[in-house]
């Protein structure tokens, strides 16, 4: 069924004194929440903790599901497009017939068709979400670090798809969308000073650097389970990425639809040109939580960051990205 949102299995959930738990985690300033906590490795705002325990713990992956994971701000909504596009294009065609064509991405966020296991599926801490409602293959999403996965994600054969984007141009994205839906309460978050937290690792689901690392660790010693793919090449060569893309999800292109120029098709329709200018994507809201869906929306391009990094701060990054990536084979090239 698509769209459509898992109905819901009544069940309490163990809970413990989350104030508690809390004070017992690492502490920092947070970016659209007062604080941040150090969980599990990484950075959480208080309200994630629980809906990732309960994802960790309640949710068994499928040897067909497929999971989309990122670093914020780095692409997820497009790739949840291409996607859904490519797994289900013998479903819902991506090309005109008489000029128009119906597909569920022209009506609805790319969020409701792939939804995130610790924003959506499992937000409520109170139920549990009826996986049975979603189409196989099963597409799901999360922001998690590879090693804060359920278990059962890596140990069936279930594939993830990666995909990150240059530091730079990440902080630059992901400072503007959380200023956007930071409370008024807690005033702005100035530049300089998510900057100093960035370059320090705390941000939500950071260090993204570790996080970057995890991921990639696992596409070299298991390239069958995790394809990692970088924002910056996707924008550069779309058309042999999405060929990778569908070949590793399981639904390769066949020469005929290649021919056929479905593959351009694809990327068309989930070009972030298309989807920002779609009504759903201007005055829709809740894809992720109740916030605008404009807002996952701003420019979609690279080498934005010039026009916000000064020199002092390009060094700065430049020099943290040199030390924690040294050794591992992972650049990033910069626009």
Same mark, same amino acid.
């Given at each position: 069924?698509?769209? $459509? ?24 300033? $947070? ?22 325990? /309960? ?19 780095? $692409? ?26 119906? @597909? ?48 059962? /994600?890596k140990t069936s054969r279930c594939k993830i798809v ?24 807690? #005033? ?15 941000? $939500? ?5 570790? @996080? ?11 390239? *069958? !389970? ?23 999800? #399981? ?7 290649? !021919? ?6 694809? /990327? ?5 040109? *298309? ?7 201007k005055k829709g809201k809740g894809a992720i939580s ?8 701003r420019k979609g391009e690279t080498g934005d960051w010039? *026009? ?10 430049? *020099? ?8 591992? #084979? ?6």
């Open positions: 069924m698509y769209p $459509g949102k898992p109905k819901k299995q009544k069940e309490t959930l163990p809970k413990e004194s989350d104030d508690e738990f809390l004070s017992s985690l690492p502490k920092e300033k $947070g970016w659209r929440t007062p604080s941040l906590f150090l969980f599990q490795g990484f950075w959480c705002q208080p309200k994630e903790i629980r809906s990732i325990i /309960s994802t960790q713990k309640h949710f068994i992956a499928q040897d067909t599901d497929l999971i989309l994971a990122t670093i914020p701000k780095s $692409g997820t909504t497009w790739l949840e497009a291409l996607m859904f596009a490519i797994v289900n294009r013998n479903k819902f065609s991506v090309q005109h017939n008489n000029n128009h064509i119906q @597909h569920p991405l022209l009506t609805h966020n790319p969020h409701e068709l792939v939804p995130f296991l610790e924003y959506k599926l499992y937000a409520d801490s109170n139920s549990l979400p009826d996986l049975t409602m979603l189409p196989s293959p099963r597409l799901v999403a999360t922001h998690v670090p590879f090693g804060a996965l359920p278990d059962s /994600s990666y995909i990150c984007r240059n530091p730079f141009d990440t902080f630059v994205s992901i400072w503007h969308y959380l200023e956007k839906i930071r409370p008024e309460s807690l #005033g702005p978050l100035p530049l300089e000073e998510a900057f100093d937290l960035y370059c320090r690792g705390i941000i $939500g689901f950071g260090p993204y650097w570790d @996080h970057m690392l995890g991921y990639w660790k696992e596409s070299i010693e298991k390239p *069958n !389970k995790v394809l990692f793919l970088k924002y910056e090449d996707m924008k550069v060569d779309a058309c042999n990425q999405l060929k990778k893309l569908g070949e590793f999800l #399981g639904f390769p292109f066949t020469e005929e639809e290649e !021919k056929g120029g479905i593959i351009e098709d694809i /990327s068309s329709l989930c070009s972030f040109k *298309n989807m920002k200018e779609l009504e759903v994507n109740d916030y605008e869906n404009k807002d996952l929306f010039v *026009n916000y990094l000064t020199p002092s701060m390009f060094e700065r990054l430049s *020099n943290v990205m040199e030390e924690k990536l040294r050794g591992s #084979g992972l650049t990033f090239t910069l626009c």
